[in-house]
């Protein structure tokens, strides 16, 4: 309130100038804000924040990747603002069918969260779309495509049809079982599970440092990113009680994720739902980053010739949300005579792959167009390998690839080049 | 969703399109589903531009314009057909590039067909050697910037509005950025354009330095809003990044004292980047940290470019400033305004208090100005209801300056927030011209400004007009702006 008093210092010393018919009009505005402007029911939105959004000028339009890669007006984030708005005032009705193309805007974000990097309120505009989703789930509208997401989450422990940790016999993935004395706990991402020559080599290098790590893809499940996205905390719960006792059950004081969304979601969400698992929890990136710090691990044989010029795609979990931006880059560095080529949005400043947050069920369309957008951008370097060190970007960007791109340029993980130049 | 259910601000002589569902089929097999929308979460979305009281109409659930459908074109030809079927069919065309304006000029009043540009946002090509880059109208600003910044250049055009704005949007309402004194405003940059004109002829302007090649016909698409054409492809200048950068400002006892110290500095060719005076209010306002600044006017400078240059501009600068009794304030209020410059806030906060405010700029002369700025100022605050008026100066020629205010209030009685916006609007016009200033610096006519055109022009906005019936001859293009007049309101 100081600060607030302290800004608009000069705000009411022009109010105190003016006659006092005028004074008083417009303390009685002043008061009526909450009347006039919020809803009377009470609600989960965050209708202050909607109504910043909904009536600033969209400063962070020109860096939204679902805006940049539709280029409709109805995908700018203070037009999603503006209709989370109306739907918490009642002015859209959500349980009309009609209606339904407002509800699913709420989902249409990736939470890339670039646009917090350029709000003047610095809120991300998936926060305030979050509120909204939690009173439609409230009034039991959640939309079909976050059902089945649930529903696989129920049935599997993971967010695919079968449980897909179970896949690494077929995929000649070598599982550790933990004996409950484990310096690491290897959390595999589900998604990951999909790129198996990823996990391989983190497992690679990881013996090859000789460290005492496990697995457990017997006994896993999903971190539960995919229930904060879609509100439902029940299912986030359950998902992070299982993962909180397997990893107890390690005895790891270290667990080290090739997510950067599984990192997520094991700190900062579990934390948001009273969940703590009392351990260091770190990108696997970010590790191997410390350990050639620390000269405990050393690349030394240079790449070849093809996987030795790469730009880089900064998983934007990893770069806006975990804030580390120099540990893909050391590891790089570290490889013999690798060239690195920065694209132009790169770092904190990177766009989205498309393939995170709820815009891949929603439409899954504009997601690939996302996608596309970005592997122009990476195109541009004229580098053949992009490397990043997120399934989900490896997912998208596969996405946005074209067949006749996939020939000539090559989507591979920080640790697929690690382990190669061991 | 019903539209229908929500209040039209302008709901007068829209077009009235009998066979609508034709038109859809025959616009979707132009350019296809997928880039054709007439379903109410697309034309909802394009309600409104960024005109402030637009932010009060957003929160109260009213909507400014209604259009009928929703085209968002990836190639010429397609702009082309779309134009010859609203000819044919007498449908308004509105051009709409990222909607940032300010003065109503995007704002579909009565209906029609949105050709959004969003999609004509391809770089083509840089030449180093002729420093250009030719590139298509509907990228945003800061998209190009970046990119430019990227390779090493500046376009140089950076409006407050850069987030937000597109290329299109500054040729067609003839945009002025920030660092306008040195690098030009959009009619300096712009070397050479492609424009589909409103009967769906495609014409280029060769982007050639200088032709003495008879009238500039090309000048009558910058800053035409829409009226004349659609701006598809530009080339523009650009320039290597600064090599050096200095912050300078100095509070001055009057606002007389800071302009007189400006005018010496441009008088000697010295053009600093950026300048900008805020008079007492706004220093107050901005700069509510800086002691030194109490009760003065705050005039900021930033010089940029050669390092030799930009030594010898900074001491220019601080001689004319010292000789003008100005008092050295060090880099702070500079870093202080860069640091600021793109949060704004105030949009979001005044409707919610129920405030109707708004920013004018205009253009004048030096011998003017000042005469000008206290004229304005205190005739407005004869309007009941206003709370403030205040104005800075922000755009430096050596033949005159671009002003701009920025007011406040509330409506009282029966009136509403748009007749109180409406007056003082109209007031602020009136006692423009009056002072012998022009009514619009770089924001443009609109809607906001076309009740003024007359007396803006004189006898020379009937030649306008004849050239307007020439080029769109059934007023398709944007009909409701710069040339009718829409605004009843009167002025103080």
């Known amino acids: ?422 | 969703m019903d539209l229908n259910e929500y209040k039209l601000i302008y709901d007068k002589d829209r077009t009235i399109i009998q066979n609508k569902q034709e038109i859809e089929t025959k616009l979707k097999r132009i350019i296809g589903e997928s880039n054709f929308s007439a379903s109410e979460i697309d034309i909802f979305a394009y309600t409104k531009d960024a005109s402030l009281i637009g932010y009060n109409w957003t929160l109260e659930g009213t909507i400014a314009g209604l259009a009928d459908y929703i085209t968002w074109p990836e190639t010429k030809e397609q702009i082309v057909e779309i134009l010859k079927l609203a000819n044919k069919e007498k449908i308004p065309v509105i051009p709409f590039g990222e909607g940032s304006g300010v003065v109503g000029g995007a704002i579909p009043v009565r209906g029609g067909i949105i050709i959004d540009m969003k999609k004509f946002n391809k770089i083509i090509e840089i030449s180093d050697k002729d420093l250009t880059v030719t590139v298509e109208t509907g990228i945003n600003g800061m998209n190009l910037e970046r990119y430019l910044n990227a390779k090493g250049y500046t376009c140089g055009n950076i409006p407050q509005s850069i987030y937000t704005s597109s290329l299109g949007g500054w040729i067609a309402h003839k945009a002025a950025g920030q660092f306008s004194t040195k690098y030009g405003k959009i009619e300096d940059i712009i070397l050479g354009m492609e424009v589909i004109l409103p009967l769906g002829e495609i014409i280029n302007f060769k982007p050639i330095v200088r032709k003495a090649t008879g009238p500039q016909l090309d000048k009558i698409f910058i800053g035409n809003e829409g009226t004349l054409g659609i701006v598809t492809t530009a080339t523009l200048r650009i320039w290597p990044l600064p090599a050096k950068r200095t912050l300078v400002s100095y509070a001055f006892p009057t606002f007389e004292n800071s302009l007189e110290a400006i005018r010496h500095i441009l008088r000697e060719q010295i053009y600093p980047a950026v300048v900008r005076i805020y008079d007492k209010d706004e220093t107050a306002r901005h700069f509510r940290d800086m002691e030194k600044a109490t009760e003065k006017v705050m005039t900021i400078f930033v010089c940029e470019g050669n390092e030799r240059l930009v030594d010898l501009e900074e001491q220019i600068t601080r001689e004319q400033c010292e000789k003008f009794s100005g008092i050295d304030c060090g880099e702070h209020p500079v870093e202080h305004w860069f640091e600021t410059r793109f949060r704004v806030t105030e949009t979001s906060s005044t409707p919610q208090y129920k405030l109707t405010a708004d920013t004018i700029e205009i253009a004048s002369s030096w011998e003017n100005a000042a005469k000008l700025y206290h004229r304005v100022t205190e005739t407005l605050k004869q309007i009941k209801g206003l709370l403030l008026i205040t104005a800075h100066v922000s755009h430096f020629y050596p033949n005159g300056i671009g002003m701009y205010f920025t007011f406040a209030g509330v409506e009282m009685g029966e009136e509403t927030n748009f007749e109180f916006y409406q007056k003082v609007w109209n007031t602020t016009m009136k006692a423009v011209l009056e002072s012998g200033g022009s009514i619009a610096h770089h924001h443009g006519i609109g809607i906001n400004r076309s009740n003024w055109m007359e007396k803006e022009w004189g006898k020379s906005f009937k030649i306008l007009k004849e050239i307007k019936k020439i080029i769109d001859p059934n007023n398709i293009f944007n009909p409701g702006k710069v040339f009718e007049n829409l605004w009843k309101g009167g002025a103080n």
């Open chain 1, 1 to 422: 309130m100081q600060e607030f008093m302290e800004k608009y210092k000069w705000f009411i010393a022009e109010i105190n100038k003016a006659d006092k018919d005028v004074k008083r009009k417009i303390f009685r505005n002043l008061s009526r804000v909450k009347k006039d402007f919020h809803p009377t029911e009470e609600c989960k939105a965050d209708v202050s924040n909607l109504i910043n959004c909904a009536l600033c000028p969209n400063m962070c339009r020109f860096d939204c990747g679902t805006l940049q890669a539709e280029q409709k007006e109805t995908m700018s984030p203070s037009y999603k603002a503006r209709i989370g708005y109306y739907i918490s005032m009642g002015k859209i009705d959500p349980t009309k069918a009609e209606n339904k193309p407002f509800v699913d805007l709420m989902y249409k974000c990736t939470n890339e969260e670039s646009c917090k990097v350029w709000c003047p309120f610095e809120f991300s505009v998936v926060s305030l779309l979050e509120t909204i989703r939690d009173d439609l789930n409230d009034k039991g509208l959640m939309p079909d495509y976050c059902k089945q997401q649930l529903d696989k989450l129920h049935k599997t422990n993971t967010i695919e049809n079968h449980n897909i940790y179970l896949t690494y016999k077929e995929k000649n993935i070598k599982n550790i079982e933990t004996d409950g004395n484990d310096e690491v706990y290897y959390f595999i991402g589900c998604e990951m599970m999909k790129f198996p020559e990823v996990v391989k080599a983190n497992i690679e290098i990881l013996k090859k440092l000789k460290i005492k790590f496990s697995t457990n893809l017997e006994q896993r499940a999903c971190c539960g990113g995919p229930t904060f996205n879609i509100r439902d905390f029940e299912t986030a719960k359950d998902l992070g009680q299982k993962n909180k006792k397997l990893a107890e059950k390690t005895g790891a004081k270290l667990i080290v994720s090739d997510c950067p969304g599984c990192v997520l979601t094991l700190t900062k969400r579990y934390e948001s739902i009273g969940i703590n698992l009392n351990v260091k929890i770190i990108h696997i990136v970010d590790f191997f980053k410390q350990l050639i710090n620390e000269g405990k691990l050393k690349p030394i044989k240079k790449l070849a010739e093809e996987l030795s010029n790469v730009t880089i795609h900064d998983p934007c979990l990893i770069a806006r949300n975990l804030n580390d931006t120099t540990s893909i880059r050391t590891v790089l560095k570290n490889i013999p005579e690798m060239k690195i080529i920065e694209p132009i949005y790169t770092k904190e400043n990177v766009h989205c792959c498309g393939w995170s947050g709820t815009a891949h069920w929603a439409d899954k369309d504009l997601a690939i167009k996302e996608a596309i957008n970005r592997i122009n951008e990476l195109k541009e370097t004229g580098s053949k390998v992009i490397i990043s060190a997120c399934p989900l970007c490896e997912l998208g960007l596969g996405y946005g690839i074209t067949n006749e791109d996939k020939e000539k340029i090559k989507i591979r993980d920080i640790s697929e080049l690690l382990a190669k130049s061991l």
